[in-house]
T-cell receptor
Framework: AQRVTQPEKLLSVFKGAPVELKCNYS??????LFWYVQYSRQRLQLLLR??SRESIKGFTADLNKGETSFHLKKPFAQEEDSAMYYC???????????????FGTGTRLKVLA | EAQVTQNPRYLITVTGKKLTVTCSQN?????MSWYRQDPGLGLRQIYY???????DKGDVPEGYKVSRKEKRNFPLILESPSPNQTSLYFC??????????FGSGTRLTVV
């Protein structure tokens, strides 16, 4: 089954501490993975795509096919990083030639002063 | 400005009264989708559309309908809303290979 798992519902860290938000996936093909962020009372925004290997707002994520993981990391957390983070996988749809996105249940990051 | 526009932002309705939530994007994206967001359950896909007149069920399609007559619009229809459809709904669009652009959400309450 195609699935995205974010094992932590809540992660609290102190400002300046490193952050790692975990994401594991189950997918038989070649995955395309994304991280989205949702700040309080705002829409979801794309944070990272694994294809582009970019760093946004100091966050990075590396696809580890052996461990089927795509963890989101930041070396020094800031208070403004407090938000809900969702990992997502682009997978095949129910009809041939289609695709859909599967989201994890999200991790709420709280950065404490 | 490139965006996905949903209307209304807030809606309170009664059980059984048909409603439509509109979604429009100005980025010429082929792919559009509807999600509902519920506490502890994250985002669950309701329906998606690969292009005009091409739609498919997501994970929780029961009680919903969609149509894609034009590339820019992807309305979500609740023919007979029930209280368990009370939720926060998001529309999103994307171009092939890129991530989503999300709308600002519609908070629906069915009483």
């Amino acid at each position: 089954a195609q699935r995205v798992t974010q094992p932590e519902k809540l992660l609290s860290v102190f400002k300046g501490a490193p952050v790692e938000l975990k994401c594991n996936y189950s997918y038989s093909g070649s995955p395309e993975l994304f991280w989205y962020v949702q700040y309080s009372r705002q829409r979801l925004q794309l944070l990272l795509r694994h294809i582009s290997r970019e760093s946004i707002k100091g966050f990075t994520a590396d696809l580890n096919k052996g461990e089927t993981s795509f963890h989101l990391k930041k070396p020094f957390a800031q208070e403004e990083d407090s938000a809900m983070y969702y990992c997502a996988l682009r997978s095949t749809g129910t009809t041939s030639g289609t695709y859909k996105y599967i989201f994890g249940t999200g991790t709420r990051l709280k950065v404490l002063a | 400005e490139a965006q996905v526009t949903q209307n209304p932002r807030y809606l309170i309705t009664v059980t059984g009264k048909k409603l439509t939530v509109t979604c429009s994007q100005n980025m010429n994206h082929e792919y559009m989708s509807w999600y509902r967001q519920d506490p502890g359950l994250g985002l669950r896909q309701i329906y998606y559309s690969m292009n005009v007149e091409v739609t498919d069920k997501g994970d929780v399609p029961e009680g919903y309908k969609v149509s894609r007559k034009e590339k820019r619009n992807f309305p979500l229809i609740l023919e007979s809303p029930s209280p368990n459809q009370t939720s926060l709904y998001f529309c999103a669009s994307s171009a092939t290979g890129l991530g989503y652009t999300f709308g600002s959400g519609t908070r629906l309450t069915v009483v």
